[in-house]
């Protein structure tokens, strides 16, 4: 059974940071590729990043550039987001998503542009205070 747990969440003030993780089990990891989503209030859920578990290639949506970064740690079936000079917009529920990377489907953009992963995490706060 594939399972996603995320943790790190909080509240947090303008210009600071936190660290996401979501903790993964019930699959070969390196053949996975991983993402995070946001859901702010009233809006629809959007793609943040997102990392091919078989070769670390990453992809960021344009407004955390620079900002946040998504990192894997193989040995512990865990993936990482370090989210810096966090902002209001940034608020929302956190979700990690897992999906199998396959060469002949979608590139890793897509998957994240389109929300194209079959397991989902149930979802960590995180509110940024001005």
């Known amino acids: 059974e594939v399972q996603l747990v995320e943790s790190g969440g909080g509240l947090v003030q303008a210009g600071g940071s936190l660290r996401l993780s979501c903790k993964t089990s019930?699959?070969?990891?390196?053949?996975?590729?991983i993402g995070w989503f946001r859901q702010a209030p009233g809006k629809e859920r959007e793609g943040v990043s997102g990392?091919?578990?078989?070769?670390?290639?990453?992809w960021y949506a344009d407004d955390v550039k620079g900002r946040f970064t998504i990192s894997s740690d193989n040995a512990e079936n865990t993936v990482y987001l370090q989210m810096n000079s966090l902002e209001p917009d940034d608020t929302g529920i956190y979700y990690c998503?897992?999906?199998?990377?396959?060469?002949?489907?979608?590139?890793?953009?897509?998957?994240?542009?389109?929300?194209?992963?079959?397991?989902w995490g149930q979802g960590t706060q995180i509110t940024v205070s001005s």
């Open positions: 019930g699959f070969s990891f390196e053949d996975y590729a």
């Open positions: 990392i091919r578990l078989s070769d670390g290639r990453t």
């Open positions: 998503a897992a999906d199998v990377f396959d060469n002949q489907g979608p590139i890793l953009d897509t998957m994240l542009l389109l929300g194209l992963f079959g397991y």
